[in-house]
C-alpha cells in the first residue's frame, strides 16, 4: 500500500533562487526503512519539510496516507529534525510530559525503556548532556510515537559510531510493519544494512529509486560505493 | 555488530552465516529459531531482509516453517552434513589455490599444514 505519494513536486525559494526540488515523483509503501540519501545541499532537508508541511510547495502535490498535508496528515507523521528544538532548561522527565500533552499517540512507557536502554537519565536537564545524548533523547521522542511515517533528519550525524549503532538498532526494534521510516543522511555506510530502499537525490532531482538487495545484485557494489560513483566530484 | 561485505546482498551474507549456524550446531535440527524480529536487532539488520533470507534457507531445505509455532531448523542432517562437506571443501580449494598461487609445491603444502597443526597443539 502506498503511504507517501509525491507527484511533480518543485520548491524554489526566492524569486532568483533556483529549484531546491525540481519535478519530484516518489511512491513510498509501508512497513520500509529508506534511505533518502545525498550530498551536502541536494533537497533532502527541503524534500523532508514538504512532506511534514513546514514547507508548501512551489507546485505538485504530496499525499500521505492518501491525504494532502494539513491537520490529519500531521497526526500520522513523527518528525526528527536536523537540529536541536526542545528548551533546553527543562529535565528529560519534563520534556516527556509535553509531548504526552502535545501528542495523543506518544507512548510514554516506551519512551521511559527506551531511554533507560540508551542510559539517558529522565532526571537530566536537558542543556547538561552532551550533544549525542541529545540526539538520542530527540531520537526517543519522535520513535516513542505511534505514527505510521517518521522522517528522520540526519538521526545519527552527531553521534560517535557506537552510538550509531545503538541509534540504528532503536530504530529497528520500534518500528512497527504497518509504519514507514525515511532516513535522511549521506553516512550511507553506517545505514545501508537497515534499509530495504535507496533514494539517491542530487541537485533537487531524484537520481535513483531502487532496493538496497537490487543494488548491490545489479551492480555488484554496496549502496555506499554506488553513492561515492554517482556523486564522484 | 556484523560486519557485512560489499559485494553481495545482504540477505544473500545471512543465508550463508544462518548455513554455518546450522552446520556448526549452533542452531541443532530441529529446535527453534529466533523470531524474524529477533535476529534482525540481533543481526542489525532490516527485517524484511532478514525474512527474505529465511525464505531461501526455506526453499533449500535447511528451515521449515510451522504455521503456528515459527520457524524450525530441518532435522534432516544428511542435507546439513552434505552442505557443511561442501563448504569445508570449498574452504580447502580456496586455500589449496592460494598456496599454489604464492608458488608452494604440494609437498611444502602438506608440510606446512602439519607443521601448523604441531604448532596450534593437540586436537580438540
Redesign the interface.
Known amino acids: 500500500m502506498t503511504l507517501l505519494q509525491c507527484e511533480g513536486l518543485s520548491k524554489t525559494y526566492g524569486k532568483e533562487g533556483g529549484y531546491a526540488l525540481d519535478n519530484i515523483n516518489l511512491e513510498i509503501g509501508t512497513g520500509k526503512i529508506v534511505g533518502l540519501l545525498g550530498p551536502n545541499g541536494s533537497g533532502k532537508t527541503t524534500l523532508i519539510k514538504l512532506i511534514n508541511g513546514l514547507l508548501v510547495p512551489t507546485s505538485g502535490s504530496v499525499l500521505v496516507n492518501g491525504l494532502p498535508v494539513g491537520i490529519e496528515s500531521k497526526n500520522a507523521v513523527s518528525y526528527l529534525p536536523d537540529t536541536t528544538y526542545l528548551a533546553d532548561w527543562m529535565r528529560v522527565e519534563q520534556i516527556l510530559d509535553f509531548f504526552v500533552d502535545f501528542y495523543a499517540d506518544f507512548d510514554k512507557e516506551r519512551a521511559l525503556t527506551l531511554l533507560d536502554q540508551l542510559q539517558v537519565s529522565s532526571k537530566a536537564v536537558f542543556k547538561t548532556l552532551s550533544k549525542g545524548t541529545k540526539e538520542k533523547v530527540q531520537l526517543v521522542l519522535v520513535m516513542s510515537r505511534r505514527a505510521q511515517l517518521y522522517l528522520l533528519d540526519e538521526p545519527i550525524g552527531g553521534v560517535d559510531p557506537a552510538a550509531r549503532d545503538i541509534i540504528l538498532r532503536t530504530i529497528l526494534t520500534n518500528y512497527s510493519a504497518d509504519a514507514t521510516v525515511l532516513i535522511a543522511t549521506h553516512l550511507i555506510a553506517d545505514v545501508e544494512k537497515v534499509l530495504d530502499e535507496a533514494i539517491f537525490i542530487n541537485q533537487g532531482a531524484i537520481v535513483t529509486h531502487d532496493s538496497v538487495d537490487n543494488i548491490r545484485e545489479t551492480r555488484g557494489q554496496s549502496v555506499d560505493e554506488m553513492f561515492r560513483e554517482v556523486f564522484a566530484c | 555488530?556484523i560486519r557485512?561485505s560489499?559485494?553481495?546482498?545482504?540477505?544473500a551474507q545471512i543465508v550463508d552465516l544462518m548455513q554455518v549456524r546450522i552446520m556448526t550446531g549452533v542452531y541443532q535440527p530441529q529446535t527453534q529459531l529466533p523470531s524474524v524480529r529477533d535476529l534482525?536487532?540481533q543481526l542489525?539488520?532490516?527485517?524484511?531482509?532478514v525474512q527474505?533470507a529465511l525464505a531461501r534457507l526455506e526453499q533449500s531445505g535447511f528451515v521449515k516453517s510451522e504455521r503456528t509455532a515459527g520457524r524450525f531448523v530441518s532435522d534432516d542432517t544428511a542435507l546439513i552434513q552434505q552442505a557443511r562437506t561442501t563448504l569445508v571443501r570449498d574452504k580447502a580449494k580456496d586455500f589449496l589455490c592460494t598456496m599454489r598461487h604464492y608458488g608452494c609445491s604440494d609437498a611444502e603444502i602438506r608440510e606446512i599444514i602439519e607443521g601448523c597443526m604441531r604448532e596450534a597443539g593437540e586436537d580438540r
Open positions: 555488530m557485512f560489499a559485494e553481495k546482498p545482504i540477505y534482525a536487532i542489525g539488520v532490516n527485517p524484511n531482509t527474505r
